[in-house]
């Protein structure tokens, strides 16, 4: 029974470039959230995403970033025009239900030169 | 928003020590969790604990839904238990977000 899973693991862009980062959620979740963490600081949530729809996206950067969660395939967090201040780790986390405990991935580092 | 305060912020403990972590949080909650973050970053799942007492090994831990508090109790410390603890907590009405506390960041000594 696999975990939640991200790739890559370890990303590194250029300033302007852009990033995507994708999570599969365990099996049976239908409940997908992302959270980042800046160096040195706790996790902050960004976006919680059912199966093709976003359900609260109110820790969201307004410019440069969106997340999706198609009906087939991983959920998928993009990063456009990264900067150097969207260094930081990212982690995505599922739940089967609402109001349900939440299992995390192992993270994607992402690395802005 | 919801306010999640952690004390202490850092801890350091001789192998073998008992420690406690506290949580506090200022609104009612449906969810509550506690996690380790390793060295390596990976962060590991310890109790899903709305509420009431939980025990897994030598960790254990105690929500007091009525009082907003939490504790996290770690006996007979390993160097492995080291690692920064984080405590998060969603409201019983609307967002599904977890919210995270900054963290107790514990270090222990062979």
């Known amino acids: 029974n696999a975990g939640v899973m991200q790739n890559p693991r370890h990303l590194v862009r250029r300033r302007g470039q852009e990033a995507r980062l994708r999570c599969s959620p365990m099996?049976?979740?239908?409940?997908v959230y992302w959270y980042r963490q800046l160096p040195e600081e706790g996790l902050k949530f960004m976006v919680y995403l059912q199966k093709e729809n976003i359900i609260d996206e109110s820790g969201m950067p307004k410019e440069r970033f969106s997340a999706e969660f198609p009906k087939e395939g991983p959920s998928i967090l993009r990063i456009q025009q990264v900067v150097r201040g969207d260094s930081a780790a990212y982690f995505c986390a599922s739940s089967p239900t609402t109001h349900n405990e939440q299992f995390f991935g192992p993270g994607t580092r992402l690395t802005v030169l | 928003g919801i306010q999640v305060e952690q004390s202490p912020p850092d801890l350091i403990l001789q192998e073998g020590a008992n420690s406690t972590l506290r949580c506090n949080f200022s609104?009612?909650?449906?969810?509550l969790q506690w996690f380790h973050q390793n060295p390596w970053g990976q962060l590991i799942n310890l109790f899903y604990?709305?509420?009431g007492t939980k025990q897994n090994g030598r960790l254990s831990a105690t929500t007091v839904a009525t009082e907003r508090y939490s504790l996290l109790y770690i006996s007979s410390s390993q160097t492995t238990d080291s690692g920064v603890y984080f405590c998060?907590?969603?409201?019983?009405?609307?967002?599904?977000?977890?919210?995270f506390g900054q963290g107790t960041r514990l270090t222990i000594n062979p």
């Open positions: 604990i709305p509420s």
């Open positions: 609104d009612s909650v449906n969810n």
């Open positions: 099996k049976g979740h239908s409940h």
């Open positions: 998060a907590v969603s409201l019983i009405q609307g967002a599904q977000k977890l919210v």
